[in-house]
């Protein structure tokens, strides 16, 4: 069953301009068609040779959350230390830099918190057999299999950037997190995840108390090259 | 420089109904403030720890299209080798597996004819020694660096969909595609990306000669689990 179509639409670049990363919500639950809606929305991204293996566990039951968010604030010691242990990026000041590190900090707390987490979910497709690859890429497997763990993400974070954009435009915060990824396992457990099923991030979804953008990022000129890596953007 | 702000702005939703894979491109070229503004919705996204770790190259200089042509050609050898060995998706219909093989294969020898190939990359990060992980999480080593890749796309399809829904929104086509993956170094070859970069896409970007949307999916009641694996969604 399809949700019905939204009757206010908000624009397109307007959701893209203004999703901020919400973590801060409300207590209030979701409204079960507005979960609805978000999937829908989830389910319309592109999906390698339209396979369409994913799978979303939607979250509500608050003992599981707190099982979840107990897993997520151990496995954010091991993010907080990376963080301790790396120089600010430079292209963030010191008090954007703080802040990032407050909100990601709030979260690591207070996961279970969020009325819903989403969970988004990948059946993992076979991969070949060293000998099924041409010749010449054999001597390459370790890379050539790293290569397809990285391209993986391609039929799931598409969906996942829907549902960003979909909890924009109903009034809804949400925010990609992967630090669970060490403690995944973990993680499954509590959801019961099957073994050929792999999490991709976890999305706590409620009504925010932060507002939304405009998003501060590095310009286009300064991430974006001409026919050829290091060659201006836009062209002189 | 930022692109000003659109005048007509399409529906978020209704964009992310329609935004098809599209294939087919009118020869025309894409005007430069055009591509302007999906590069400034692709760096709206979020990337982990708000490193912005990205590149976006666009190709638009001819040889360079029929030289990335050329390596995509011989890439989906093989991925025409992996359908061809894999039985049809359940949920397409033959007539839908068909039409999806058509474009497919048309891709395969067109790549070179989109005006504007896009080439979204991430800079590597560096990885964490065996020993600087949690003593639990040691033995799992080879485990965890494979889950370490596949999160790596959440730094990146995020922008890739904020592309793709740019499109939709500016009457442009395209489409994700990571056949190239295998033959990588030889892309990367002739857009001179560094080492410490990785390519995660080719995004054949040009006035599709195709119609939008709507897209069919397995409908979210399929996809979805209430709060444990298994469990329906809606609950009863």
Same mark, same amino acid.
């Given at each position: 069953?399809?949700?019905?179509?939204?009757?206010?639409?908000?624009?397109?670049?307007?959701?893209?301009?203004?999703?901020?990363?919400?973590?801060? @919500?409300?207590?209030?639950?979701?409204?079960?068609?507005?979960? %609805?809606?978000?999937?829908?929305?989830?389910?319309?991204?592109?999906?390698?040779?339209?396979?369409?293996?994913?799978?979303?566990?939607?979250?509500?039951?608050?003992?599981?959350?707190?099982?979840?968010?107990?897993?997520?604030?151990?496995?954010?010691?091991?993010?907080?230390?990376?963080?301790?242990?790396?120089?600010?990026?430079?292209?963030?000041?010191?008090?954007?830099?703080?802040? @990032?590190?407050?909100?990601?900090?709030?979260?690591?707390?207070?996961?279970?918190?969020?009325?819903?987490?989403?969970?988004?979910?990948?059946?993992?497709?076979?991969?070949? %057999?060293?000998?099924?690859?041409? %010749?010449?890429?054999?001597?390459?497997?370790?890379?050539?299999?790293?290569?397809?763990?990285?391209?993986?993400?391609?039929?799931?974070?598409?969906?996942?950037?829907?549902?960003?954009?979909?909890?924009?435009?109903?009034?809804?915060?949400?925010?990609?997190?992967?630090?669970?990824?060490?403690?995944?396992?973990?993680?499954?457990?509590?959801?019961?995840?099957?073994?050929?099923?792999?999490?991709?991030?976890?999305?706590?979804?409620? @009504?925010?108390?932060?507002?939304?953008?405009?998003?501060?990022?590095?310009?286009?000129?300064?991430?974006?090259?001409?026919?050829?890596?290091?060659?201006?953007?836009?062209?002189?």
């Amino acid at each position: 069953m399809s949700a019905p179509p939204p009757t206010a639409d908000v624009g397109l670049f307007e959701a893209i301009h203004t999703a901020r990363s919400l973590r801060h @919500f409300k207590p209030d639950p979701v409204p079960q068609e507005l979960i %609805e809606r978000v999937l829908d929305a989830a389910i319309r991204a592109s999906s390698g040779g339209n396979t369409q293996h994913w799978s979303f566990i939607v979250v509500r039951d608050a003992a599981k959350r707190r099982a979840i968010g107990a897993v997520y604030r151990k496995a954010s010691d091991y993010t907080g230390a990376q963080y301790a242990a790396r120089p600010k990026p430079d292209h963030l000041s010191q008090a954007q830099y703080d802040q @990032f590190l407050a909100n990601s900090g709030y979260l690591w707390d207070h996961m279970a918190a969020a009325p819903v987490i989403l969970v988004p979910c990948l059946k993992k497709r076979e991969l070949p %057999e060293r000998t099924a690859l041409p %010749e010449a890429v054999q001597a390459r497997y370790a890379d050539h299999l790293a290569n397809l763990h990285r391209i993986s993400g391609s039929s799931i974070y598409p969906a996942i950037q829907n549902i960003i954009l979909a909890c924009r435009g109903l009034g809804l915060g949400t925010v990609i997190t992967t630090n669970h990824i060490l403690y995944e396992d973990e993680v499954k457990a509590v959801l019961g995840v099957p073994d050929d099923v792999a999490t991709f991030a976890l999305m706590p979804i409620g @009504f925010p108390t932060r507002k939304y953008g405009p998003l501060t990022r590095k310009p286009v000129a300064e991430v974006t090259y001409a026919d050829s890596w290091g060659r201006p953007w836009p062209p002189p």
